[in-house]
């Protein structure tokens, strides 16, 4: 054998070893791998982690290259049998990562067939002490009359936990888990949620909701971090239901003016921005506020005994006999209405309490100069600062409240702001103490007003001429200046029902059962100053006349929170009898707000797909019957046999009907129908409806 021969076989067993079978086998290659720090150390505002160095040697490696991976990734790559070092950022956290050396032939492709021939794990550790804190809200839950049970919701955070979940155990049960060191926002997925509703099993007794730190959601908790105790309370809460007259969106978005209905309700708990009156028109409302029906079930048609309307046809129908008032009368409260009771209610026609009501003080509406019936008596007020009618109702509502502060009760308290005078004109009268308090204020003026261009509308609307001059009380007036006026003393004569809401509450407070009194704040209709070229009024179906303010307040109730399902007014008295756990006629066609009402509402689709408007006198005789969806509203003039149909995502002023825009023609076809049978379904059947 040649020399060169010899030395290729020696340079060969070099890097070959004889296996025991005595076949050859490459040398094995060896290295280290190691982290500094490990654990890398974590505070509680270290919300993505800590770094740590990983360096790296290998001999014996046959590839050109070596790879660091973590958890099967390539962390660093360099040229074998050579020293490497690399920080992994802020990136590593309590959920130990596992980094491993590798033979590679390349920087950018993993070779599963190449094991790991170093290894180390990797992890974060928080420095500060383990804390977490749990919370319900509301705690007590309140148990309504009626019910098993109640709901609360269940808030968790945690800091400083070094290990990767937390659980929340009631009475010892898993009830919650999500990653530990986390306050999530309650939109966030499953894993990183961070609150959850119980539903209705709290009962009157102890559950205890425990915070723990754990290795995941199945294993068994390590270390108790916080707890708190809920149970559900029996109660029979007080309502109070605030109805304002002709009270428009307008006047309270933004609440730049009407500031402490913003504190005090508002603020204090949900709004509703989708709630429509089914028929905008004062009487047609209201009672739908009293029975739970559309206008076409219950026939008050309109505010005029003269079109089939006002206290005489309420009262004519028998519909007196089953209201909200008598079905909470039945179920044990104390009930009170104070203020305005049905357009054309004349209290020396008819003084004598109707069935349902324990007290009453009543009236058909006005500021001064008018008579109250009080409990079957007539009793007149005159024309004194202290005759305002919004103040009389407000000394009256506090009377009553500090007589039946011991016992359940219903009160509908009906001021006449911001109704316009007796002239029949938009601005009202003022309490004295008021006056010019706005003055100067601007008219909002929406695209919507003095609308440039209504040749897309129906023939009611297409023929208007655009605002010019208007008559205030017989002296030509700019409708500008006219209607400017008119809003500033409708925002003036609602300081007067601020004043009455902060005084019910105040002595609410005082007797100490504000705690168990749920506020309900809302309008018959809507009212337009100038939009569409209308001058003012209602009964249209637009948004400015029919979709108007509600607020709830009270114990359970979210604060702060806004809703947009469609919700409407004959869901009002269903939402009252079941706060109230009063039964309810098999006539009504509404459902109960209750379910909104919590921090996990359902989802708006699920609730309620469309509703519908209708009206059937009114200004030009307004005869209508129209569906609101939650993007489209379709209208159908029936005494002109036409339509109207509005995309509200686009146009959210109903600015351009597009009734003759054949890319929708498949939508209205579609509202058609839904609007044939709504509009003459009747009881559970409506509901049906609107959900479909």
Request: aromatic share 10%; net charge negative; charged share 20%.
């Amino acid at each position: 054998m040649r020399k060169s021969g010899i030395w290729g076989l020696i340079a060969l067993g070099a890097l070959l070893l004889i296996t025991p079978s005595g076949t050859l086998s490459a040398q094995t290659p060896s290295g280290t791998l190691n982290a500094t720090p490990n654990p890398c150390q974590m505070t509680s505002s270290d919300q993505e982690g800590c770094q740590s160095r990983i360096d790296w040697s290998s001999t014996n490696v046959a590839t050109p290259f070596v790879q660091v991976r973590v958890n099967n990734k390539i962390f660093a790559c360099t040229r074998a049998n050579q020293t490497g070092s690399q920080l992994t950022q802020n990136w590593l956290g309590i959920t130990s990562k596992t980094f491993t050396l590798h033979e590679a032939t390349d920087c950018n492709s993993i070779d599963q067939s190449r094991p790991a021939f170093a290894t180390v794990t990797v992890r974060g550790e928080y420095t500060g002490t383990p804390a977490g804190t749990i919370e319900a809200d509301p705690s007590p839950c309140f148990i309504l009359r009626g019910r098993k049970g109640c709901v609360t919701h269940i808030r968790w955070s945690s800091q400083n936990i070094n290990f990767p979940a937390v659980q929340v155990r009631v009475n010892g049960r898993l009830f919650g888990c999500s990653k530990s060191n986390l306050n999530a926002p309650d939109g966030a997925s499953q894993w990183l949620k961070t609150s959850k509703t119980t539903g209705d099993w709290i009962h009157a007794s102890d559950y205890t909701f425990s915070l723990h730190a754990a290795n995941d959601c199945n294993s068994s908790p390590v270390i108790k971090l916080d707890e708190v105790t809920v149970r559900g309370e029996k109660v029979i809460p007080n309502i109070i239901l605030v109805v304002a007259d002709d009270l428009d969106w307008k006047s309270m978005d933004p609440p730049t003016y009407l500031t402490r209905l913003k504190t005090l309700l508002q603020d204090e708990g949900t709004t509703f921005d989708r709630f429509f009156t089914t028929t905008p028109l004062c009487c047609p409302s209201r009672t739908t506020f009293l029975r739970s029906q559309y206008t076409h079930n219950h026939q008050v048609w309109s505010n005029r005994e003269d079109q089939q309307g006002g206290f005489f046809q309420f009262k004519a129908l028998g519909l007196e006999q089953s209201t909200l008032a008598t079905w909470l009368q039945s179920a044990g409260y104390k009930t009170v209405l104070i203020g305005k009771y049905l357009n054309q209610y004349r209290p020396a026609l008819s003084p004598e309490v109707p069935p349902g009501w324990n007290e009453w003080y009543a009236y058909g509406g006005g500021y001064f100069n008018y008579a109250l019936a009080e409990n079957g008596s007539v009793v007149n007020y005159r024309n004194q600062p202290e005759d305002y009618s919004t103040d009389v109702f407000t000394a009256k509502a506090v009377d009553f409240i500090h007589r039946h502060a011991q016992e359940p009760f219903f009160m509908h308290v009906d001021p006449w702001a911001p109704h316009g005078d007796v002239t029949g004109g938009p601005a009202p009268a003022v309490a004295p103490r008021h006056v010019g308090r706005f003055a100067g204020v601007p008219l909002p003026q929406s695209p919507a007003f003095n609308e440039a261009d209504v040749s897309d509308k129906s023939r009611i609307i297409s023929t208007l001429p655009p605002l010019d001059m208007c008559d205030d009380h017989g002296t030509p007036t700019p409708c500008v200046d006219y209607l400017q006026s008119a809003f500033q003393a409708r925002l003036e004569s609602m300081l007067s029902v601020e004043d009455m809401i902060e005084n019910m509450i105040d002595t609410l407070r005082a007797h100490g059962i504000l705690w168990k009194t749920y506020i309900i704040f809302v309008s018959d209709n809507g009212y337009h100053l100038g939009e569409h070229r209308f001058v003012h009024g209602k009964v249209y179906p637009y948004e400015v006349d029919a979709r108007v303010p509600l607020i709830v307040r009270g114990p359970g109730i979210p604060k702060g929170a806004t809703l947009s399902h469609l919700v409407a007014s004959q869901d009002l008295p269903m939402t009252i009898a079941e706060l109230a756990g009063a039964p309810v006629p098999s006539f009504t066609e509404g459902q109960s707000l209750l379910p909104l009402l919590n921090k996990t509402p359902p989802a708006e689709d699920t609730w309620r797909k469309q509703i519908l408007l209708e009206a059937f006198f009114g200004e030009q005789r307004a005869l209508y019957s129209a569906v609101r969806t939650k993007r489209y509203k379709l209208i159908h003039y029936r005494n002109i046999d036409e339509i109207e149909f509005y995309d509200l995502e686009t146009d959210p002023y109903e600015l351009n009907s597009l009734h003759n825009n054949l890319a929708f023609a498949p939508i209205i076809e579609n509202l058609l129908n839904k609007l044939q049978q709504m509009q003459n379904c009747q009881g559970a059947e409506c509901l049906d409806l609107e959900k479909q």
